[in-house]
């Protein structure tokens, strides 16, 4: 494989599932936090002859071309910011949202969030939006037509809910209790 075929949104693939979802099939140790050795992540990729080239480099450039900020990378070691499915949770420290956050969802769910909240479900966290474009994008994974929830993460916070940082847009929270959400 040549330096050219390295192809960043594929590899960005493979590392969001090997970091979010099944780091166990690809023997790697997370931390509490959700960190592993970059060296680790590379040996372990180029294990697949796709991946047999790849470099810290293409990491970089993986983390420069996309369209949003998955992964971070600190003192050689990197971890996914979000999403992540796996047992046991990824200790994230708790911050201040910005007053309102949001959550695009399918028609056919709306009225049970409102009714019961805002579980996580398949993942660790709820994933909220700091802006209405960035929900109405996720929300339309499920449904051209999605509904928009609005959370007062202002009062929820104040109140107990813990928040915490995703990306520059996300945020995430262990659950909203329904009082803290209405369609906007």
């Known amino acids: 494989m040549t330096r050219r075929d390295i192809d ?34 590379l040996q372990t990729l180029r294990l697949d ?19 949003k900020q998955r992964f971070e990378v600190a ?28 959550h695009g969802t399918a028609r056919r769910f709306a009225a049970q969030i409102l009714k ?25 994974r499920r449904d051209a037509a999605p509904v928009l929830l609005k959370v007062d993460a202002e009062t929820a916070r104040n109140e107990g809910i813990m928040f915490y940082p995703g990306n520059h847009t996300i945020w995430l929270a262990d659950f909203i209790p329904p009082k803290y959400i209405s369609i906007e």
């Open 75 to 102: 003192e050689g070691k990197i971890r996914a910011l979000y999403g992540h499915s796996v047992p046991r949770k990824i200790v994230k420290q708790a911050e201040t949202p910005p007053p309102v956050v949001y």
């Open 116 to 140: 019961e909240g805002l579980r996580p479900m398949g993942r660790q966290y709820v994933h909220l939006s700091a802006d209405k474009e960035t929900a109405m994008l996720v929300g339309k």
């Open 49 to 67: 002859q796709r991946w047999e080239s790849v470099n810290e480099q293409d990491i970089h450039n993986m983390m420069e071309a996309a369209d």
């Open 8 to 41: 960043v949104f594929k590899l960005s693939k493979e590392i969001s599932y090997a970091l979010r979802h099944a780091p166990w099939e690809y023997e790697l140790e997370l931390d509490e936090e959700g960190w592993v050795s970059l060296e680790q992540l």
